[in-house]
């Protein structure tokens, strides 16, 4: 059976690749601890877009755990599938969205709220996703310690591969059963 949706997620992904994707507006964020911040995707619209024809997913994978921040199904708000870390703190800009934009204002950063946000977007014309790493310092800033040649030794900001196939292949087998349930509520 995993098999059977994971060839059906390759299929439509091979037939949408070209018509249908989802961008990051930023790549990378970096925020201090206790603040705001706004974190945005967008989409590819078609002119006959249909809000209730869309469902969205996002989530943040961090090296300690997974959680969903956010889940829009046939163009509404799914609350309680909602990690209880970000009850409260995670608001959808619904009036860009059908502008095909996914805006997301996350309240009272943490810590632990660092790692890759992925935006997984699913209309009646094609499925992609979207990510990006935002990075959450504590309030209380410590200066970054520094070589003798002046460079820092801070670590890059770049995603690390670590734990990246793991992360795509959650992400596929996500993408794949969603496509496979749009498919069966379809007939």
């Known amino acids: 059976m995993t098999c059977r949706i994971l060839l059906l997620f390759i299929l439509s992904s091979g037939v949408c690749a070209g018509s249908f994707v989802v961008n990051v507006t930023q790549s990378f964020y970096q925020a201090k601890e206790n603040h705001n911040i706004m974190l945005e995707w967008s989409f590819t619209t078609n002119t006959g877009l249909s809000l209730n024809s869309l469902s969205v997913f996002c989530r943040l994978f961090t090296d300690v755990k997974d959680f969903f921040l956010l889940h829009v199904h046939q163009g509404v708000e799914v609350p ?26 996350v309240s009272r950063l943490r810590t632990a709220d660092s790692g890759v946000y992925v935006c997984d977007v699913l209309t009646s ?22 070589t003798t040649n002046g460079t820092s030794l801070r670590k890059d900001s770049q995603p690390e591969s670590r734990g990246r196939i793991g992360l795509h292949c959650a992400l596929g087998l996500t993408t794949a059963a969603l496509v496979l349930s749009l498919l069966v509520s379809a007939f």
Do not use: I, M, N, W
């Not at 996703?129 to 310690?145: H, K, M, N, T, Y």
């Open 125 to 146: 014309y094609g499925t992609d996703f979207g990510e990006c790493q935002l990075l959450v310092s504590a309030a209380r800033d410590r200066p970054e310690p520094e």
């Open 80 to 105: 309680e599938s909602q990690d209880q870390h970000f009850a409260g703190r995670v608001q959808l800009d619904k009036d860009v969205l059908g502008e095909g934009r996914v805006r997301l204002q």
